[in-house]
């Protein structure tokens, strides 16, 4: 691991995968500037767990108010994220905070349709674009040639129920959520062109089936072993993925 200190920023970062995510970070992806862990609710009892987390690792995990379907305050996170992290920029941004409701194509209301379109898709794509000054600086400030996850990088958590490839074979009930991870794909493949030239890295992470509120309890595994294969995805990324979609074991995830 590379020893120059880095800056993420993790979203829907209270619990499940993105609480697992901000506590594997701290204590083995070191070393970290600042952690900026993003939630709806930051005072909230949903909360309880960060708080907990945020005070043992004072120095290195910031609390910030984030709702993906605001654009208000996103603008206001990248104001806050900008005021800590200056002219150093933010090196990581994992898109993880995202929203699932289980409708059929029958069921599906255009109120679920829009709620889950504008958290899971328009959401991560506001986030690039507010924090895009932020990205860019990292990458310059890297001193670095070509794109790197440590350098400065865009990963979307999505869903293998978002491939259109094999989504006779994994039918469920959540349609807007299915709809709303295939056209986060598109986005971020859309990014991964578009931000090339300023040497930020994009791809989409699915993190397998995982035991959490959104999983279930049937999920295959557990949030510690998805996350920890997640990491040491990441970390071993290298530029032929940029655009990528692969799972939590490194595997490619068919569109
Ligand atoms: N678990 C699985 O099997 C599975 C499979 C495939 C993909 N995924 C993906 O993995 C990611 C994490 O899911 P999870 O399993 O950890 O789910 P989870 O335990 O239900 O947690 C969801 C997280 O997203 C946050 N969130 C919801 N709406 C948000 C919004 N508008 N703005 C910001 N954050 C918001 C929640 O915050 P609140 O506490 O405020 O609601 C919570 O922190 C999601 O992108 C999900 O689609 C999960």
């Known amino acids: 691991m590379s020893s120059k200190p880095i800056s993420v920023l993790i979203t829907g970062a209270n619990r499940g995968l993105g609480l697992e995510m901000v506590k594997q ?49 996103i603008k206001q996170a990248a104001q806050q994220v900008a005021s800590v992290v200056g002219k150093s920029g933010l090196n990581i941004i994992i898109n993880n905070g995202a929203m699932a409701c289980l409708s059929t194509v029958l069921e599906s209301t255009p109120e679920e349709m829009n709620k889950c379109f504008s958290t899971n898709t328009v959401g991560p794509l506001v986030i690039i674009q507010e924090f895009i000054s932020l990205l860019r600086a990292a990458a310059k400030n890297s001193g670095t040639p070509g794109m790197s996850f440590r350098k400065a990088a865009v990963i979307n958590i999505t869903a293998i129920l978002g491939s259109i490839t094999v989504a006779k074979e994994t039918f469920t009930k959540s349609l807007p959520h299915r709809v709303s991870k295939a056209a986060l794909n598109m986005m971020l493949v859309c990014a991964s062109v578009e931000l090339q030239k300023d040497d930020i890295f994009c791809m989409l992470l699915h993190p397998g089936w995982v035991r959490t509120d959104m999983g279930g309890p049937q999920g295959e595994i557990d949030v510690h072993e998805s996350v920890e294969g997640m990491l040491k995805l990441m970390n071993s990324l290298t530029e032929k993925q940029n655009g990528a979609l692969l799972n939590w074991k490194g595997e490619t995830v068919p569109w």
């Open 25 to 73: 970070m701290v204590e083995t992806q070191g070393p970290l500037s600042v952690l900026f862990a993003c939630c709806r609710d930051p005072d909230g009892p949903r909360a309880e767990g960060l708080r907990a987390l945020a005070k043992k690792h004072p120095d290195i995990i910031k609390i910030i108010r984030l709702d993906a379907a605001d654009p208000n305050s």
